[in-house]
Structures are given as C-alpha cells and as structure tokens.
C-alpha cells in the first residue's frame, strides 16, 4: 500500500518476477478494504498517505482480530524513530501497546534487501 504509483509500480514488479501475487492499494482506506477481501499473506505499508494514513492503517491492522496475524513489512520514508514515537502514541489510548512491525525499512529500498525480506515471510506461487 502506496500513494505513490511508482513505488506501487516497482513492488509489485518485484514481487510478480519473483512468483508472488500482488494486490496494491492507494490509501489506508483501500488497503484495509482490499486486506478484508483478500487476507493476504503479508503487507507492505508506506506511512504518509493522505487520508486515512498508513499509521493509522497500522493501527486498525495490529488491534482487528482476524488481520492482527498478517506480518507488516513497513516501508516509508519517515524514519524508524518517529515512527516509533508515533507508534507509543497511538497506543496510549489502548490497553496494551501495538506491537513493532515485523520490518521496518527506510525508503528507497533496495530491491535484493527488499525481496530478502519479503521471503523471511513467503514462498513463491508456483
């Protein structure tokens, strides 16, 4: 889940040419739809889109259920101490504190980095 379509572009490329199916999203709001939908095996989530953002998107992610157990890889261009301090403040109001992504990247990815980590959590459809 990107706004940016060339990041949208370039992930989904990547993961096609390498035996993954991709679903993409805009926004938060289409990102939680289409994870509704089609519960997919792992999320890639950038942060600052506009809208229902990604941040909160993590938020609605980490606290559902039936999604809470889909790893999240975040990729953004905000760096991981911010972040992090976001994430503290989201989970003031709750009982218990959300939960670090299972990775966090900084933004632009290199795409071997990218692909490594996406396979610590998938196999290839053949």
């Known amino acids: 889940m990107d706004d ?21 999203a805009k926004n938060g709001r289409e990102g939680i739809q289409n994870t509704q939908k ?3 095996a792992l999320i890639i989530l950038d942060l600052m889109m506009p809208g229902e953002g990604g ?3 993590y938020q609605q992610l980490r606290t559902d259920d039936r999604l809470k157990h ?3 890889i975040v990729l953004s261009g905000v760096e991981s101490e911010a972040f992090y301090h976001s994430l503290k403040t989201l989970s003031a109001g709750l009982d218990t504190m959300l939960p670090e ?26």
């Open 70 to 72: 889909i790893p999240v």
């Open 4 to 24: 940016d379509l060339h990041m949208r572009i370039f992930i989904s490329t990547l993961l096609e040419t390498n035996g993954y199916k991709a679903i993409t």
């Open 101 to 126: 992504p299972d990775v966090y990247m900084e933004k632009p990815p290199k795409p071997e980095e990218l692909l490594q980590k996406i396979e610590s959590f998938l196999k290839p459809i053949t």
């Open 38 to 40: 089609f519960s997919p």
């Open 55 to 57: 941040i909160l998107m």
